[in-house]
C-alpha cells in the first residue's frame, strides 16, 4: 500500500518546527538509507500514521504518537515504540506484543526499542516490523 507523498500532522507553533522532509535533507548521517526505508515501512503500515517532528527527531502518530526515532548512535537506527508523552496504566501492567522474531527490547512495560543495523537487516525483518507495528498502535 502506497501514501504517495507523505502525510504530515501540522505541529503546533509549525513556523518554529522544521518538517520532516526538510529534517531529512538536513540529515548527515552513513544510516540515512536505513533511516528512509524505516520511515517508509512505518507510513505504509496504516493510512491513519502520520509524522511530523517531536523531540528533535521524526516522530509518528496515529490519535497520539507511538513510535520515534532515535539516533544517537552510530551502528544502528533505533526506533523507540512508545504509548505517547502521558502516563498512562499501562506503565504498570504492560501491553501484550506478540513478537515471535524478539525486535522488541523493552526499555520499559510499555516502552521499547528496535535496532536496524542495515537495508539487509531492515528487509529480513520487515514482515515482523509491519506486524509489531500494526498490534502497537491498538494500544494508542
Same mark, same amino acid.
Given at each position: 500500500?502506497?501514501?504517495?507523498? +507523505?502525510?504530515?500532522?501540522?505541529?503546533?507553533?509549525? +513556523?518554529?518546527?522544521?518538517?520532516?522532509?526538510?529534517?531529512?535533507?538536513?540529515?548527515? %548521517?552513513?544510516?540515512? %538509507?536505513?533511516?528512509?526505508?524505516?520511515?517508509?515501512?512505518?507510513?505504509?503500515?496504516?493510512?491513519?500514521?502520520?509524522?511530523?517532528?517531536?523531540?528533535?527527531?521524526? +516522530?509518528?502518530?496515529?490519535?497520539?504518537?507511538?513510535?520515534?526515532?532515535?539516533?544517537?548512535?552510530?551502528? %544502528?537506527?533505533?526506533?523507540?515504540?512508545?504509548?505517547?508523552?502521558?502516563?498512562?496504566?499501562?506503565?504498570?501492567?504492560?501491553?501484550?506484543?506478540?513478537?515471535?522474531?524478539?525486535?522488541?527490547?523493552?526499555?520499559? +512495560?510499555?516502552?521499547?526499542?528496535?535496532?536496524?543495523?542495515?537495508?539487509?537487516?531492515?528487509?529480513?525483518?520487515?514482515?515482523?516490523?509491519?506486524?509489531?507495528?500494526?498490534?502497537?498502535?491498538?494500544?494508542?
Amino acid at each position: 500500500m502506497s501514501l504517495g507523498k +507523505s502525510q504530515t500532522k501540522p505541529a503546533k507553533n509549525k +513556523s518554529s518546527l522544521p518538517d520532516v522532509e526538510t529534517f531529512l535533507a538536513e540529515l548527515d %548521517s552513513g544510516l540515512k %538509507s536505513e533511516m528512509l526505508a524505516i520511515r517508509q515501512i512505518i507510513l505504509e503500515v496504516d493510512p491513519n500514521i502520520a509524522e511530523q517532528i517531536k523531540w528533535n527527531v521524526p +516522530s509518528f502518530c496515529t490519535t497520539q504518537h507511538f513510535a520515534t526515532f532515535h539516533l544517537r548512535t552510530k551502528d %544502528s537506527v533505533g526506533i523507540i515504540v512508545h504509548l505517547g508523552a502521558k502516563v498512562r496504566d499501562t506503565a504498570v501492567t504492560g501491553i501484550n506484543i506478540n513478537d515471535p522474531e524478539s525486535l522488541l527490547e523493552w526499555l520499559g +512495560s510499555d516502552r521499547a526499542m528496535v535496532k536496524f543495523y542495515n537495508l539487509k537487516d531492515i528487509e529480513t525483518k520487515k514482515l515482523a516490523f509491519v506486524n509489531m507495528i500494526q498490534q502497537w498502535i491498538q494500544h494508542v
